[in-house]
């Protein structure tokens, strides 16, 4: 949830340093700091917490920090409290007060992850007559580095190569050492961490929109990987300390997708996206109405071969595998597990021969998540990650990759990312189910024909959007929202909630519609407002009785159902309609109107929409 960002070239880096920090402030944060690299001494250091107009009101907007070779960080506090002396950069010396100022130590760094034996290596350090100001597990592994190039005289690569064997833990480190003037040397563990070149000058970031301004060519360092950079130079080492090539990707977003695009916020710019999303992603995976899943290496025999789906994912993720387990299950007649990773990394679950784990992941560097890949690889399962950041670690430690194509999504509240997400799901059910015999060739091209609608029904969806920004100023003072369904309703029913809750900070709980009577239905009082989703035919009928039994006792009810299921105004106080499409995929029509409740429900607040309290774009820790 760290970012880091570094430069090394012609120009002042301290601007272009802060600049990159504010194209990652989305991972959450709560201090910031910057290290120039300013002649003699090592680098000139400054810190400060909060929000990074701090940080840049202290440096003049970077103007009074010279030198043209720096690094920066946004810290997200993991060992030691939101402070400066806990903020990065972190020094070798044995500096006192909080590491700021023109520091006379010999190597200085930043750090996304966490050092999971620093208590042991700390002792070791201060038995070695170290030193330390700050809580932090950076400072440890930044006068750990220090430690072995003093030690072995071996150079940067070598200590921090001896490093990376010594500490457990994920990290991505950014270095800069004394003895080596407009250079910055890396290494990459489990946190996300890329290299961009351009004309004499090398770029360094946690993400692509960092340096998207300056770059569009940049390297993906793979797991246990260092780097060091200079201006116009970038080499590349394994754990032994031996140069390795990498592959140069070259970025195709232009600089405008990750900005707002005129929309007042990220979250609405996403929502509005997603028709594209949808689109792209479908036909990244159907061609000329045949789906083709060359590009992930799954093949026909091993998808043939399945007895068993285990889907695993967090928050919005977990919740696209709750629809995808009805979808699967009625297309495919598979078993399908839907676990969360943070409790699947734990359990003893029985994992059958022939078992696909599918991890979905909009970051792909959810810790939670990878966690639970790496023990279903360890459990024998074939692994496919659905993630939508190329490169991204989950992707890359998959034995098969689904990319959605919802391009860079900034706002905490996932959105296009979750419904290109649900596609790609819906997609693989679709191509199981036909290699598997359990859908005919004409159902089949009918499934794809339905597919192929959705974009444009979410656009259809979206033009009701003024409708839900009324309704939302009529619950903006709620306490309580319930949102209830039945089958892949239920499903819609989760995200609908969490949307609401996380942005709004309304407290709001999806319910199974037949749960209601088993306990919660007592919760209900005058005016609890109740949102039904009402979609799959079978089914709706039972959820509005279950609704009309909480508007007997006081409850005001929504509804969310499909163009001319128009009984449901008998019932419901406020109806909103979605167009009529295969049921397996309506599911992608009845969360908008949830997105954009929740989204006007939060600026109806006059809260932080694209980043609300206590929330990071990736949880990269556990
Ligand atoms: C969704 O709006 C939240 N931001 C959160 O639940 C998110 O879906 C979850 O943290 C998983 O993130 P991932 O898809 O990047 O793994």
Redesign the pocket.
């Known amino acids: 949830m760290c970012g880091i960002v570094g430069y090394t070239g012609g120009h002042q880096a301290a601007p272009i340093l802060l600049d990159g920090l504010s194209r990652l402030e989305y991972r959450g944060y709560d201090s910031a700091g910057l290290a120039v690299r300013n002649g003699e001494s090592l680098a000139e250091v400054v810190k400060a917490t909060g929000k990074l107009y701090h940080l840049a009101d202290k440096t003049d907007q970077g103007r009074s920090l010279i030198g043209t070779c720096g690094i920066g960080h946004t810290r997200w506090a993991t060992h030691g409290d939101p402070s400066v002396t806990n903020a990065h950069p972190h020094v070798s010396g044995n500096c006192t007060g909080s590491g700021s100022g023109a520091v006379e130590s010999d190597v200085v760094g930043v750090h996304n992850g966490i050092i999971e034996n620093f208590a042991e290596l700390k002792e070791k350090l201060l038995h070695h007559g170290y030193q330390f100001y700050s809580d932090t597990d950076t400072e440890v592994v930044v006068k750990l580095v220090d430690y072995y190039y003093k030690k072995y005289k071996i150079g940067p690569i070598d200590a921090i190569t001896r490093t990376m064997v010594r500490v457990r833990g994920s990290y991505a480190l950014a270095l800069m050492f004394r003895d080596y003037p407009g250079e910055i040397f890396a290494a990459r563990k489990d946190s996300p961490l890329i290299i961009g070149t351009a004309d004499e000058a090398a770029y360094l970031a946690s993400d692509v929109p960092a340096i998207l301004k300056y770059t569009r060519q940049v390297y993906y360092i793979d797991n246990l990987q260092a780097a060091r950079i200079a201006p116009g130079s970038v080499k590349f080492y394994d754990l032994n300390g031996d140069e390795v090539s990498l592959p140069l990707t070259e970025i195709t977003w232009d600089a405008a997708a990750a900005e707002k695009g005129g929309y007042e916020h990220f979250m609405l710019k996403e929502i509005h996206e997603q028709p594209t999303a949808v689109r792209d992603t479908l036909n990244s995976l159907v061609k000329d109405g045949q789906i083709d899943l060359s590009a992930t290496g799954l093949t026909d025999d091993v998808i043939g071969s399945l007895t068993q789906v285990d889907i695993v994912?967090?928050?919005?993720?977990w919740h696209v595998g709750m629809a995808a387990q009805y979808v699967i299950e009625d297309l495919v007649k598979l078993p399908v597990r839907v676990e969360l990773a943070s409790e699947f990394r734990y359990r003893s679950i029985p994992m059958p021969g022939n078992t696909l784990v599918i991890v979905?992941?909009?970051?792909?560097?959810?810790a939670d998540?990878l966690a639970a890949l790496r023990v279903a690889k360890e459990r024998g399962a074939t692994t496919l990650a659905v993630v939508n950041v190329v490169g991204s670690t989950i992707a890359r430690e998959a034995d098969h990759v689904l990319y959605t194509l919802a391009g860079p999504e900034i706002a905490?509240?996932?959105t296009k990312?979750y419904s290109a997400q649900l596609a790609a799901l819906d997609v693989l059910a679709v191509q199981m189910a036909f290699l598997r015999g359990t859908v005919s060739g004409d159902q089949y091209t009918h499934l794809l024909e339905e597919l192929a609608t959705i974009p444009d029904k979410i656009r259809r969806v979206l033009e009701d959007k003024e409708r839900l920004q009324w309704f939302s100023s009529k619950i903006v003072n709620a306490h309580d929202i319930f949102f209830i369904g039945r089958g892949l309703d239920y499903a819609i029913s989760l995200e609908g909630s969490?949307?609401m809750k996380?942005i709004s900070y309304i407290h709001s709980e999806a319910y199974a519609a037949g749960e209601l009577k088993h306990g919660t239905i007592s919760l209900i009082e005058n005016n609890t407002l109740v949102i039904g989703v009402l979609t799959q035919s079978q089914l709706f009928e039972k959820t509005v009785s279950n609704m009309v039994e909480c508007k007997s006792r006081g409850a005001y009810l929504m509804g969310i159902t499909t163009n001319g299921n128009f009984a449901v105004e008998d019932s419901v106080n406020f109806t909103v309609y979605v167009p009529r499409t295969d049921e397996h995929f309506v599911s992608s029509l009845a969360v908008i109107p949830l997105q954009l409740l929740a989204y006007y429900t939060s600026v109806n607040r006059g809260l932080d929409v694209d980043k609300p309290r206590n929330?990071a774009?990736?949880?990269t820790v556990e």
């Not at 979905?360 to 959810?366: A, F, R």
């Open positions: 994912a967090c928050g919005s993720a979905i992941s909009q970051s792909g560097e959810t998540s905490v509240a996932t990312a969490l949307k996380e929330l774009k990736s949880v």
